[in-house]
């Protein structure tokens, strides 16, 4: 076991407190990883306080995490010492069903391990990237091309691969009309993205306050949210529109907004649900979809896509003392565009 430095949770309501996790001895197929910088994701402080079901304290988050691979078990063999590398959501899955077998494993139909507040192969509790290092199996980490500098490819493994997938699965590209619903961490990439594959894309957020910033990063129209008018402007106009809120949002409002054929598809996930009138389906024959992460393989690709394409996200790199801080900011939507933790500062 090696006990290391880390930031974690110690109940649903205290602050981040720093402490130690322990990782395990290295198996066959590990590698150890020395963790350079870790994002803040939304879903960290869902988790954290309780609010997506009950968890063991204490407990450490982060699944955006970048640094380089510092030892190997001895059938390793995708990876060797000084390898730039990620971990993103999970790290483990029954590698035996269905959809594990068919490369979708993020689906994995026993439940994927998640990085973080998941039962673990050897029953104990995943504990995430807010520490100084980790040990996963070779399936589960991925190579992070040298043209992403390391703090900003940290954001891409959660938030790059979760707007990524359902770009590319709903075939985002030239001639297709997108709406990215939500401009913090996720709708920021998913623009980004969107853009560079090619899509005509279009902002819908709030206000106007990130307007400049959206059409920067690849956007050609900004909307506000606020305005009812938007709705009435860009009726039945959208191949896909990407939810990245994690509120509820109007859906009939948002609904209507596709054109023949669209799909809405929400990668946000609000706790309570949403109301879908199936009336709002009928014209245009609308479809309401979900989409989680992406498989290994697909997050590979990602990183690889953005690294030839020159995108990464916007990044605030912090201290491991900012935490808590952060959290409030992420709350009230206080950031430009992600968090992003210097693991050096937990040493
Ligand atoms: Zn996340
Ligand atoms: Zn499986």
Known sequence: MLKVNAIAATSATDPLVRTTVERRDLGPRDVLIEIRYA????????????EWGEIAYPQTVGHEIVGRVIEVGNEVTRFENGAR????CMVNSCRECENCRAGHEQYCTAGNTGTYASVDRDGTITQGGYSTHIVVDEDFVLRVPEAIPYEKAAPLLCAGITTYSPLAHWNAGPGKKVAVVGMGGLGHMAVKIAAAMGAEVT?????????DDGLAFGGGDYYATS???TFE???NTFDLIINTVSAPIDMTAHLGLLRLDGTLVSVGAPPQPLEVPVWALFGNRRSF???GI???AETQEMLDFCAERGI????EVIGADQVNEAYERVLSSDVRYRFVIDVDTLR
């Open 39 to 50: 994002g803040i994701c939304h879903s960290d402080i869902h988790t954290v306080r309780g």
């Open 233 to 235: 402007a860009l009726k």
């Open 203 to 211: 902002v819908l957020s709030q206000t106007l306050s990130k307007k």
């Open 312 to 315: 990464a996200p916007e990044v």
């Open 294 to 296: 992406g498989s290994i």
């Open 289 to 291: 979809a979900g989409s």
């Open 227 to 229: 305005d009812a008018a």
């Open 85 to 88: 590398v990620g971990v993103g």
